[in-house]
Antibody, heavy 122, light 107 residues
């Protein structure tokens, strides 16, 4: 079964750091672009970051201003999001998600999602 | 950045109704548009990609159309399990962006 499981969320003080992980199973991680999306309490979805299959290319939301870093370890079937200089407005559920197409047919739409991990900055 | 504007922000409907949700992009995105359904406490579910392609396993009462800057999601014969919030997302260029969401409520 195809699955994504996030971990690493929690309570952190403003200015602190946190590293989120996303464990992938049931598919070959190295053939898919992966992304992080967040959702503040009671708010809509916000795209955060995306990474290419090998990790060569990374993309970020403008609002992050260099504070977040996405990475992956295909050998470990894992995706990561390093979050630094955290602010109250970063409080959200963070989802990892898989592209709906493999690297040869990338769609930049996401059909496999994790359950989310909550990050609270306070 | 490409801004995505959804309307309405909420709609009240009854089981069996047909509803249409609109999404407008601030600039042309060809057909690089996706639609998602989200229920409270759950991750989003992909319904439509490429503006009109139905994701595998999604009921055929869901359909998408449009190109350029204006897109629609139509749900025919609304079912009880369709009451949720719907989001559009442009997939044309980074940074990817979502619409603000449309909540479909029971009348």
């Amino acid at each position: 079964e195809v699955d994504l499981v996030e971990s690493g969320g929690g309570l952190v003080k403003p200015g602190g750091s946190l590293r989120l992980s996303c464990a992938a199973s049931g598919f070959t991680l190295s053939t898919y672009y992966m992304t992080w999306v967040r959702q503040a309490p009671g708010k809509g979805l916000e795209w955060v970051s995306c990474i290419s299959t090998s990790g060569t290319y990374t993309y970020y939301a403008d609002s992050l201003k260099g504070r977040f870093t996405i990475s992956r370890d295909n050998a470990k079937n894992a995706l990561y999001l390093q979050m630094n200089s955290l602010r109250a407005e970063d409080t959200a559920v963070y989802y990892c998600a898989r592209d709906a197409g493999s690297y040869q047919d990338k769609k930049d739409a996401f059909n496999i999602w994790g359950q989310g991990t909550m990050v609270t900055v306070s | 950045d490409i801004q995505m504007t959804q309307s309405p922000s909420s709609v009240s409907a009854s089981v069996g109704d047909r509803i249409t949700i609109t999404c407008r992009a601030s600039q042309g995105i060809n057909n690089w548009l996706a639609w998602y359904q989200q229920k409270p406490g759950k991750a989003p579910k992909l319904l439509i990609y490429g503006a009109s392609s139905l994701q595998s396993g999604v009921p055929s009462r869901f359909s998408g159309s449009g190109s350029g800057t204006e897109f629609t999601l139509t749900i025919n014969s609304l079912q009880p399990e369709d009451f949720a919030t719907y989001y559009c997302q442009q997939a044309d260029s980074f940074p990817l962006t979502f619409g603000g969401g449309t909540k479909v409520e029971i009348k």
